[in-house]
């Protein structure tokens, strides 16, 4: 919430700039969402359950993260699709703006269960779900609805047992 009024303002002052710093700000979670996905692809390889202090993000650096992906959930830009997605994991803000761009958001949340990562798999599962809870787009669009309940299905014989639970609850949801 403190991040949305100052954007918005800065955005409304220099409006010859607004798209400019739009796309920054897009490029920008591109790199963030980067450097967080090597951090878990670093964790995951060691074996271990969390990395080394020193390797390990700081909570400076996580707060940054998460104000830029608040900055973007700000704009409700569809150009922020993908970089959205990339930072599905982080809950709430990436979730509800993909919800929020409809029946696109669809696919490319669903593909996010072949992730390597069960956090994001897991999360992707919740977010189609709630895409049909919170989305009357997506809720009357057979389309959607179709490929979300396949993608659920698909996600209940998950190798993990927080991705089948997760997608068994959402499937049960949605009276399936």
């Not at 980067?34 to 271990?48: N, P, Q, W």
């Not at 396949?150 to 049960?172: M, Y």
Request: a negative charge.
């Amino acid at each position: 919430p403190y991040v949305a009024p100052g954007l918005r303002s800065t955005l409304e002052k220099e409006p010859e700039t607004a798209e400019a710093r739009k796309t920054g700000l897009i490029e920008l979670l591109e790199i963030e969402n980067s450097m967080v996905a090597d951090k878990e692809r670093m964790r995951r390889a060691s074996g271990l359950a969390e990395l080394p202090e020193e390797d390990r993000l700081s909570e400076e650096y996580v707060n940054y993260y998460g104000d830029v992906i608040a900055a973007l959930a700000t704009l409700r830009d569809p150009r922020s699709l993908n970089v959205m997605v990339g930072a599905i994991a982080t809950g709430g803000m990436a979730t509800s703006t993909l919800i929020s761009f409809g029946t696109i958001a669809v696919e490319p949340v669903a593909e996010q269960l072949k992730s390597a990562d069960p956090l994001v798999r897991s999360s992707a599962a919740a977010t189609l779900s709630e895409m049909l809870k919170r989305s009357s787009e997506i809720a009357s669009d057979p389309a959607s609805r179709s490929k979300i309940q396949a993608a659920l299905i698909r996600a209940a014989a998950d190798e993990n047992i927080f991705v089948r639970k997760n997608a068994v609850e959402r499937l049960v949801r949605l009276g399936d």
